[in-house]
């Protein structure tokens, strides 16, 4: 497949498509009630996931560097917001962590910040993509994919579970058939 037809191929603009939707509906998650907010979460990152998945294989060309758009203001600003919802919901056990097979303590790990993880990559991915300097997408797409592989698929995947628990076995502990806010 050559680089044009990796741009332009089905699988990467749906995969832009849902990028930019959670990108959007991180940056504007401020002072949404929980329940919503986890709802929406259940939702987009399964198909964030499907659609990273899909994406083309292809290396990068290394023309051109690759911006690093979000700021650190940035990233503290998704995570803050995603803490401030997810209150005392907030944090998880991670079996799924390399340190896990020698430690006898589970390895906490924090909702608000694996949604910030996975936005940094997101973002700035498709903030290279809106730019539409072809070779700098071409590169965009191959760093992306590599950092799904190696960091942010896995994140999201054990984020998933914790979203899931908050959603439905949260509710079940409490005898509720609504998640509490």
């Known amino acids: 497949m050559e680089n044009h037809s990796i741009i332009y191929h089905k699988n990467t603009v749906e995969f832009v498509t849902i990028a930019a939707q959670y990108c959007i509906f991180m940056e504007q998650s401020s002072g949404r009630p929980r329940r919503e907010f986890v709802e929406i979460l259940l939702k987009l990152l399964p198909l964030l ?8 294989e292809c290396e990068a060309l290394g023309l051109f560097p690759i911006e690093e758009l979000v700021k650190e203001s940035d990233y503290k600003f ?4 995603s803490f401030q919802i997810m209150g005392e919901q907030d944090d998880y056990l991670d079996v799924f962590v390399e340190d896990m097979k020698y430690s006898e303590e589970p390895i906490k790990r924090n909702i ?6 996975i936005y940094q990559d997101v973002r700035n991915f498709v903030g290279v993509y809106k730019v539409g300097l ?9 760093k992306v994919k590599e950092n799904f592989k190696l960091y942010w698929g896995q994140t999201l995947v054990n984020t998933l579970r914790a979203l899931h628990d908050v959603y439905f076995n949260q509710q079940i502990k409490s005898g509720n058939t609504e998640v509490e806010d």
């Open 49 to 56: 996931y499907v659609k990273a998945v899909l994406l083309p």
């Open 78 to 81: 998704i995570r803050d917001v």
């Open 112 to 117: 608000s910040e694996d949604l910030a993880d």
């Open 134 to 142: 072809e070779d700098t997408m071409y590169d965009a797409i191959a």
